[in-house]
């Protein structure tokens, strides 16, 4: 049993649409990150969220963590096909990580 | 500033044998995790080490261990190896001093290991 699960775990869209990818625990985490993936590699952080509430900014990625430290959602808008690759959430509990299945993410040009 | 390498990058070993796995992290930094990913239970923490002290441990079985020297350098060892050992081993490196977590963890390129 995963203690985050993430959803979907696979997504295919045209480039140029709109997707969310959501993250969520019945466990309060002290931070979660974001982090993406591309065969071959080891994951690369995209942001850390640590205050309940928070949203962050990256270009065209949107970062939030839930109010209550739970949940979180990655939103990207107008997706491109360099964002092709596979998202995953993990929650910090006192330095111990849990990671999220994973959304694997293919944009078509 | 060099990153986390990882060695060897592939590996194949046969069922019952043992294999060590090794880490050097990025310069400066005293904490070093190894996470197993697979297809079906993905990214799974499997330990840390701080400063050459194991700090967390996630919940996997005693064949698994690790260790870290003055360095920083970390190894992974597997014993007595069963198929579904198979996977890719990454490990990531960090300043690791914070309590809650606002470093950014680095990950290697991981080893594929492959038990036949």
């Known amino acids: 049993t995963q203690l985050l699960e993430q959803s979907p775990q696979f997504l295919s869209i045209q480039e140029g649409e709109n997707l969310t990818v959501y993250c969520n625990s019945s466990s309060v985490f002290s931070s979660l990150q974001w982090y993406r993936q591309e065969p071959g590699e080891g994951p690369v952080l995209l942001v850390t969220v640590v205050t309940g509430g928070e949203v962050k900014k990256l270009k065209r990625l949107t970062f939030q963590f839930g109010d209550a430290r739970k949940d979180s959602s990655l939103h990207i808008t107008a997706a491109q096909p360099g964002d092709t690759g596979l998202y995953l959430c993990?929650?910090?509990?006192?330095?111990?990580?849990?990671f999220g299945s994973g959304t694997k993410l293919n944009v078509k040009p | 500033k060099a990153g986390v390498t990882q060695t060897p990058r592939y590996l194949i070993k046969t069922r019952g044998q043992q294999v060590t796995l090794s880490c050097s992290p990025i310069s400066g930094h005293r904490s070093v995790s190894w996470y197993q990913q697979t297809p079906g239970q993905g990214l799974q923490f499997l330990f840390e080490y701080f400063s050459e002290t194991q700090r967390n441990k996630g919940n996997f079985p005693g064949r698994f261990s690790g260790r870290q020297f003055s360095n920083s350098r970390s190894e992974m060892n597997v014993s007595t190896l069963e198929l579904g050992d198979s996977a890719l081993y990454l490990c990531?490196?960090?300043?690791?001093?914070?309590?809650?977590?606002?470093?950014?963890?680095?990950f290697g390129p991981g080893t594929r290991l492959t038990v036949l």
């Open positions: 993990a929650g910090d509990n006192f330095n111990k990580f849990y």
């Open positions: 990531a490196s960090r300043p690791g001093g914070a309590t809650i977590n606002t470093d950014t963890q680095y």
